[in-house]
């Protein structure tokens, strides 16, 4: 059973690109979590999705950032025309989820962005 | 909102040496998370405590939960050079989520 993954693990992207991160949870798990954890600091959560729907996004951005959870693939983290605030590594965590977080969550490696 | 806050923010000791981290929070909660991060990596869970107990033990970690004082601390003892990380705390912020706190930085001199 491999873990979460997220891809790629470090991306490279000049103001006003748009960057994309994807995140496969473990199998069976149905909800997922990104975060984005700035140098030296903790993680900020950002989104909570389960499978088509956003449960919880109040972490987001208004402007620019999106995400989504299709019924088939791999969740998407989707940064728009990105600044250089935009660097940091975000994380992905998966859990089978009921609505109550009483398990442990499974985390990805990590998405380093940079924004040059 | 930041949940959990970590105190020390660093701390540095000699291998053999116990470490204690600290984490306080502000509402209920149902369950507090210990995690470990290595330097440019994913996140390790190391141990939960849920609201109704008051210590926990994995291996050569011990967790305490005051709910009273919204307070938890991690101890690490006989460490080791490899335990050389960050650790975190987080707490279920209205079930849905897990909120972390900024972390506690040790390092273990060999």
């Known amino acids: 059973n491999a873990g979460v993954m997220q891809n790629p693990r470090h991306l490279v992207r000049r103001r006003g690109q748009e960057a994309r991160l994807r995140c496969s949870p473990m199998?069976?798990?149905?909800?997922v979590y990104w975060y984005r954890q700035l140098p030296e600091e903790g993680l900020k959560f950002m989104v909570y999705?389960?499978?088509?729907?956003?449960?919880?996004e109040s972490g987001m951005p208004k402007e620019r950032f999106s995400a989504e959870f299709p019924k088939e693939g791999p969740s998407i983290l989707r940064i728009q025309q990105v600044v250089r605030g935009d660097s940091a590594a975000y994380f992905c965590?998966?859990?089978?989820?009921?609505?109550?977080?009483?398990?442990?969550?499974?985390f990805g490696q990590g998405t380093r962005l940079t924004v040059v | 909102s930041q949940q959990g806050e970590e105190d020390p923010q660093a701390l540095s000791i000699q291998e053999g040496e116990n470490a204690t981290m600290n984490c306080s929070y502000k509402?209920?909660?149902?369950?507090l998370q210990w995690y470990r991060q290595n330097s440019g990596r994913g996140l390790v869970h190391l141990i939960l405590?849920?609201?109704?107990?008051r210590e926990k033990h994995s291996g050569r970690l011990r967790v305490t939960l005051d709910t009273s004082k919204k307070s938890s601390s991690l101890l690490i003892t006989a460490s080791r050079a490899a335990d050389t990380a960050s650790y975190f705390c987080?707490?279920?912020?209205?079930?849905?989520?897990?909120?972390f706190g900024a972390g506690t930085i040790l390092r273990v001199k060999s």
């Open positions: 999705l389960q499978k088509e729907n956003i449960i919880d």
């Open positions: 987080a707490t279920d912020e209205r079930g849905n989520k897990l909120v």
């Open positions: 965590a998966s859990s089978p989820g009921t609505g109550t977080f009483n398990t442990e969550a499974f």
């Open positions: 509402t209920s909660i149902n369950n």
């Open positions: 199998k069976g798990h149905s909800h």
């Open positions: 405590i849920r609201s109704n107990e």
